[in-house]
Every structure is written in C-alpha cells, then in structure tokens.
Nanobody, 115 residues
C-alpha cells in the first residue's frame, strides 16, 4: 500500500512563505519522479513543480524563481518551498509519485494566500 501524506499548508499573507512536505511510504519515495500539483475549484489540476529521482527539477512558468522543489531520499520526503506567495497561488496542493499513470496521489493540503 502506497501512501502520500502532505503537510505544511495554511494561511499566509501575500509576499510570505510556506514549505510543504510530502512523506511517502515505501521505496517509491526514493526512486519515483515526484511532483507537486495544485487545483482551484472549477479548474484542472496543474503541475507546479517536478523532481526526478536524480534531482533534476522543472517548474511551471508561473512559479519559476519563487518555488523550489527538493527531495530527501533518506526520509522518503519531498518538499516544496514557496516564497513570494501571491493570492493566485491559493489552491489545494497535491503530492504525486510517478507523474504519469499509474501514479499515486496524496489527499492534498490547502494553501491560502490572503490579507
């Protein structure tokens, strides 16, 4: 049974920072490519950042220079450091292992950027 558990979401003011964590059960956390997606009501889920098993990263244009994805294979954990947050970053953020089907999803953590 594969389980992904996200944490670190919350309410933050514009310009602030948050760090999301995704703990992955089992060995897939060390060998699978991992990604962070986000979704707002009425819109499709979008890929925000991805990281390969070797550490190669990619980002959506909307978050380049502000978000950083990283992984700690010893802890089976993937992180998303989010800086200079904007109201349009408000969404439920989901962790994914595998990136393409079949892949595994966490239940999501809500990030709200507001005054």
């Amino acid at each position: 049974q594969v389980e992904l558990v996200e944490s670190g979401g919350g309410l933050v003011q514009p310009g602030g920072s948050l760090k999301l964590s995704c703990e992955v059960s089992g060995t897939i956390g060390r060998i699978y490519p991992m990604g962070w997606y986000r979704q707002v009501p009425g819109k499709q889920r979008e890929l925000v950042a991805a990281i390969g098993s070797g550490g190669t990263t990619s980002y959506a244009d909307s978050v380049k220079g502000r978000f950083t994805i990283s992984r700690d294979n010893a802890k089976n954990t993937v992180y998303l450091q989010m800086n200079s947050l904007k109201p349009e970053d408000t969404a439920v953020y989901y962790c994914n292992a595998g990136l393409i089907p079949p892949s595994y999803w966490g239940k999501g953590t809500l990030v709200t950027v507001s005054l």
